[in-house]
């Protein structure tokens, strides 16, 4: 990819403010859910299992987890994403984890950004490890060979193609371009020798967009539900910083726009045979639980992580373990020894969540 430098000075401030914007602000959805609050276990008093014996792995892509979580894509192709990647690589590692990096373009336009990706692997020789790319570039005309140098930059386990088409219609210098990226994406699980997995960033995947996904050949769907971060509050503040008054009144208009993940999961599941990964405002481990129990086979988390990597490999840690324990405390009151008993379990599911499934 030929970039200029103004390109390249561009690409590096997007990705360091898109760091600190989620740091220093609220851009989280506003006055709209995940719709995870609609699902409900039954507690079981009679659990007939020790917490001790409970079993939190999985087995994803051949690859296993000790627990249903993935460090979802958060950044690089800043300087200071090489500590907060090696910090979540690291975690990675230890906990017996996946992560994704963040979006891979900027090494591709400038080399001297790839050590602030390939630090994640370094720290974690042994953990799955994805790539990622957005579905902007694939329409803009990315090369296979440009993809090939992405993974083979990380060597990575997988390939994450994200779909933001609200972020880069925001976004004041974006490329809202999708024409053909569906073709993109068939040749791409042609010709790219590992699994490819798509997912949004924060609206959400109807179960018609999954259907073609799944009909293309990918190897998993992260829905990426609304509910979490708003990218189009991201690039609203963005906006605002550069004084583009249009791109404002777009990100305030479209803050909430999407699916509720809980939605997403449960029409993607119902539709296409592939595993789901749920994400999107997932904040504890007894939400990861309910997104098993609709669905999910794996749940992303990203934001709750953020801040934890910009400090130390220690609080991430401490972020996740947390996390597991919630699980885990959840799986004995519903008497799960295993992640596959969750989807088993009783639950009661609300009118509000049942209708986005039964109306759509």
Not at 99 to 109: K, T
Not at 186 to 199: A, C, D, F, L, S
Not at 229 to 236: D, H, L, N, R, V
Request: glycine letters at 8%; aromatic letters at 4%; a positive charge.
């Amino acid at each position: 990819m030929v970039e200029s430098d103004e390109d390249i000075t561009i690409i590096s401030k997007r990705k360091l403010e898109g760091i600190k914007i989620p740091l220093e602000n609220n851009v989280q959805a506003r006055g709209k859910t995940t719709y995870l609050e609609h699902v409900d276990f039954i507690h079981n008093a009679l659990p007939e299992v020790d917490y001790k014996d409970i079993n939190t792995s999985i087995t994803f892509l051949n690859h296993k987890f000790s627990a249903p979580i993935l460090i979802d894509a958060m950044t690089g192709g800043t300087p200071e994403a090489t500590k907060i990647n090696a910090n979540l690589g690291s975690a990675a590692e230890e906990l017996q984890l996946g992560m994704v990096v963040g979006s891979q373009r900027a090494a591709l336009v400038n080399k001297s950004m790839a050590e602030t990706y390939t630090i994640a692997r370094k720290k974690a020789p042994n953990a799955f490890i994805a790539a990622n790319i957005g579905g902007a570039q694939l329409s803009k005309g990315l090369r296979i060979k440009d993809i090939e140098k992405l993974v083979e930059m990380i060597q990575a386990d997988a390939l994450v193609i994200h779909l933001n088409p609200l972020q880069e219609l925001i976004q004041p210098e974006g490329e809202p371009r999708y024409k053909n990226v569906l073709g993109k994406i068939r040749e791409i699980v042609t010709e790219i020798k590992i699994p490819i997995i798509v997912k949004e960033v924060g609206s959400g995947i109807s179960k018609d967009v999954a259907l073609k996904l799944e009909h293309a050949g990918i190897s998993s769907i992260n829905v990426a539900g609304l509910g979490g971060t708003s990218w189009a509050g991201i690039e609203q503040h963005r906006a605002s910083m550069l004084g583009n008054k249009r791109k404002v009144e777009l990100g305030k208009l479209f803050w909430n726009w999407g699916i509720p993940t809980a939605a997403s999961i449960m029409d993607v599941k119902r539709t296409v045979q592939i595993p789901i990964i749920a994400s999107g405002g997932i904040r504890n481990g007894l939400e990861v639980a309910k997104c098993i129990s609709i669905g999910a086979t794996l749940c992303g988390i990203a934001y709750p992580l953020l801040k934890a990597a910009t400090i130390s490999k220690e609080m991430v840690m401490d972020v996740i373990t947390n996390t597991i324990e919630q699980l885990k405390s959840t799986m004995f009151l519903v008497g799960a020894s295993n992640c596959s008993n969750i989807p088993h379990v009783r639950k009661v599911i609300s009118n509000e969540l049942l209708d986005w499934i039964t109306k759509t």
